[in-house]
Each structure stands twice: as C-alpha cells, then as structure tokens.
C-alpha cells in the first residue's frame, strides 16, 4: 500500500492550489481517503475525506465551503481542491487511507506530505 501525495507550493492569500493524492496497492473502493495537515508547533489535524463506498465527503469547519474534496477512480487518485487559501492554511499535507468512523478517518497507512504555504 502506497500513498503518493503531491500539488503543493507557494501560493498568495486567495489564491488557489489543487493536491494529488496517488494510491497504489489498492483500489479506492477499498479504503477510504482523507487529508490532514500540520502546521509548525501545532498538532496534526483532519481536513477532508471521501468514503469508499457512495463517496461521501467530510471537511473540518476551517475549510467548509473553500476546500473540495474529489476521487477519480480510473486514475485511482483522490483530489483535495484548495480554494481562496488563507496564511492559516500554511501547513504540510498528508493523504492517507483507512476507515471513516462519525465523519472523520481513522487512518491504516499514510503517505509522505506536501509543503503549502499560503504567503504574499
């Protein structure tokens, strides 16, 4: 099982940055997948997930209404759409697969993150 996250960088407050989270070692409809984030001194938090079954998502109150969370199952790949950023997202990004339990992942495996940072 391998998670492959990438899509981050340096983006201005309001800009945009859209994150790649490639699996392999299993199908999407397997586990389910979610991000978290981690900003420096703080505590690794939930973002997002999208359950394996009907694709239900879940988002953290923080990101409601500004981050996507979206799968493609062809390319076995699940997307995290960051819209209209804030320097409070600055944080590094993991994706990682597991099971969904009251809207939030319980995570079995996870991948290596991704830098954003949300500057002018």
């Known amino acids: 099982v391998q998670l492959q996250a990438s899509g981050g960088g340096l983006v201005q407050p309001g800009g945009s940055l859209r994150l790649s989270c490639a699996v392999s070692g299993f199908t999407l409809d397997y586990y389910a997948i979610g991000w978290f984030r981690q900003a420096p001194g703080k505590k690794r938090e939930g973002v997002s997930c999208?359950?394996?079954?009907?694709?239900?998502?879940y988002y953290a109150d923080s990101v409601k209404g500004r981050f996507t969370i979206s799968r493609d199952n062809a390319k076995n790949t699940v997307y995290l759409q960051m819209n209209s950023l804030k320097p409070e997202d600055t944080a590094e990004y993991y994706c990682?697969?597991?099971?969904?339990?009251?809207?939030?992942?319980?995570?079995?495996?996870w991948g290596q993150g991704t830098l954003v940072t949300v500057s002018s």
């Open positions: 999208i359950s394996r079954s009907d694709g239900s998502t």
């Open positions: 990682a697969a597991g099971y969904i339990y009251s809207g939030s992942l319980a995570p079995a495996y």
